[in-house]
């Protein structure tokens, strides 16, 4: 079965930091992973997806992915951290079978940045 | 803007009560999803449909129950309400189904069993 797990349920940062979220996933065939954000009160929000290609792939708000084949890994990046960053993010991995088509979302981890 | 409508926001009832859900896809998805988000089990996917049809169930309770009209848009009822069933449901719509594409999420409902 899919699945993906994020190992941290907060990662606190400071402003202008790297930050780092990670994901690591377990796929049987070709992994389709997305990252989401959501904010207090608000839905999830598309952040990027890796659907094959380049392994580094770039999204909103100046967040990127890497995709690791050989860690099964899909940590979100961004160079330079902003306070408005946080916020709660969800990795997920898309189930796609005969009778079954949905994301699998992981269990969230809360960025807060520092000023 | 998701796109995606929700209603109601809010929702406060007492147990054995039922409620029904409402969400409006965005313009032109055929999919639509239903998920359940509490503290302790995460986001967890109910239900999809698409086109009207029923196209993958989760962990969806049979207390619980959904359909898509055929403007698209959709409605989970849930019913013999229990207390853990209080939680965000968010509904989320896609253009197509079985397609390696982003799901657009609306703001959700929040449901209080008291």
């Known amino acids: 079965a899919q699945s993906v797990a994020q190992p941290e349920d907060q990662v606190n940062v400071a402003e202008g930091n790297p930050l780092t979220v990670k994901c690591t996933y377990s796929v049987s065939g070709n992994p389709y992973l997305f990252w989401y954000v959501q904010y207090p009160n608000r839905g999830l929000q598309f952040l990027l997806k890796?659907?094959?290609?380049?392994?580094l792939v770039k999204g909103s708000y100046g967040f990127e992915a890497e995709f690791n084949k050989s860690q099964t890994s899909f940590h979100l990046k961004k160079p330079s951290a902003l306070v408005s960053d946080s916020a709660l993010y969800f990795c997920a991995v898309r189930d796609i079978g005969a009778n079954t088509d949905k994301l699998i979302f992981g269990t969230g981890t809360r960025l807060q940045v520092f000023p | 803007d998701s796109g995606v409508t929700q209603t109601p926001k809010h929702l406060i009832t007492a147990t054995g009560q039922r409620v029904t859900l409402r969400c409006s896809p965005r313009s032109g998805d055929l999919s639509v999803y239903w998920y359940q988000q509490s503290l302790d089990q995460g986001l967890q996917f109910l239900i999809q449909y698409y086109n009207g049809e029923e196209r993958a169930k989760g962990n969806i309770l049979e207390r619980f129950s959904a359909q898509q009209f055929p403007d698209l848009h959709s409605e989970l009822n849930l019913s013999s309400l229990e207390l853990g069933d209080s939680a965000l449901y968010f509904c989320?719509?896609?253009?197509?189904?079985?397609?390696?594409?982003?799901?657009?999420f609306g703001e959700g409902s929040r449901l209080t069993v008291l």
């Open positions: 890796y659907i094959t290609g380049d392994n």
């Open positions: 989320a719509s896609s253009p197509t189904s079985g397609r390696a594409g982003e799901l657009f």
